[in-house]
């Protein structure tokens, strides 16, 4: 695996993670809601609860301490240090909508990026040949799970929906301003995942021996789903015109044919 890959790799660990911790404080919020909602405790049982918690919150407390306090540093160093070549002050944060964003989209462009490579080696190059095992794993790769789950998630995917696009269009379901715009989302993420699925099944066909004519519209066509999916993420962010214009040359591989 190259370090590119590597590197993408281990952003998308690191961004399923964030996902997952939000997911978590979610549950326990819920939770503490339905107790309030049933009566509270016997008070010896409270109380005893309590000092657990207490001592819990402490402990929680010096750790999250440290960790802002690492985290606020890292942070102010790389937004102040100035470029060599730009003595031009630097904003100290940056918009945060804009942030969002980027991380959002980013996972997209992960998944352009490896159907492009791919793309080329089965139809250009003729390095990769449908049918092999190699074809398909590399478009699990590349669909980020979202044709069918790589090996490694494969069972997790029995209990939840490892689809990356899936946890995309969680993230940002509460940004859309209206319904509409919410489910033209997801239909647009489901027809992507559907790409995927009919650009998997093309590769697998080693019997019928899929054309190249045949594979390379699977490709347009997933990738052309995945930049209407794409579109859909950059709504949700209620950009004006220019800074949505500036959002997708942000991402080329995503929202320009190359």
């Given amino acids: ?7 993408n790799d281990d952003a998308l ?5 964030r996902i997952d911790e ?22 010896g049982y409270k109380r005893e609860r ?28 790389r937004i102040v240090q100035p ?32 159907l492009h490579t791919l793309r080329e080696d089965i139809i250009e190059k003729g390095t990769v040949k449908p049918g092999t095992k190699e074809a398909i794993e590399r478009l699990q ?10 090996a490694a998630l494969e069972a997790y995917s029995n209990v939840r929906d ?20 919410k489910a033209t989302a997801t239909r647009r993420k489901e027809a992507a995942v559907m790409a995927y699925a009919e650009l998997e099944r093309l590769l697998k066909d080693n019997e019928k021996n899929a054309s190249a004519a045949h594979l390379d ?20 962010f209620a950009f004006d015109e220019s800074a949505a214009k500036a959002k997708r040359e942000e991402f080329p591989e995503l929202f320009f044919k190359s």
């Fill in 22 to 43: 939000e997911e978590a404080l979610e549950k326990t919020k819920t939770t503490s809601m339905m107790m309030n909602a049933v009566g509270s405790p016997p008070d």
């Fill in 217 to 236: 519209e699977g490709f347009d066509a997933a990738r052309d789903a995945l930049r209407q999916f794409a579109e859909s993420v950059v709504d949700a």
């Fill in 162 to 181: 490892v689809c990356t696009l899936s946890i995309v269009l969680k993230s940002v379901s509460k940004r859309f301003a209206t319904e509409d715009e």
């Fill in 83 to 114: 470029k060599p070549d730009d003595a031009r002050a630097v904003p100290v944060f940056p918009n945060l909508k804009d942030s969002q964003s980027t991380f959002q989209l980013g996972a997209l462009r992960t998944s352009a990026q490896r």
């Fill in 50 to 77: 309590e000092s657990e918690n207490n001592g819990r919150r402490r402990r929680r407390r010096r750790r999250r301490d440290v960790v802002v306090l690492a985290t606020t540093t890292t942070m102010v160093a």
């Fill in 1 to 7: 695996m190259s370090h590119d890959a590597r590197r």
């Fill in 13 to 17: 660990c690191r961004w399923r993670r």
């Fill in 141 to 150: 790769n590349a669909t980020l799970d979202c044709a069918s789950a790589r």
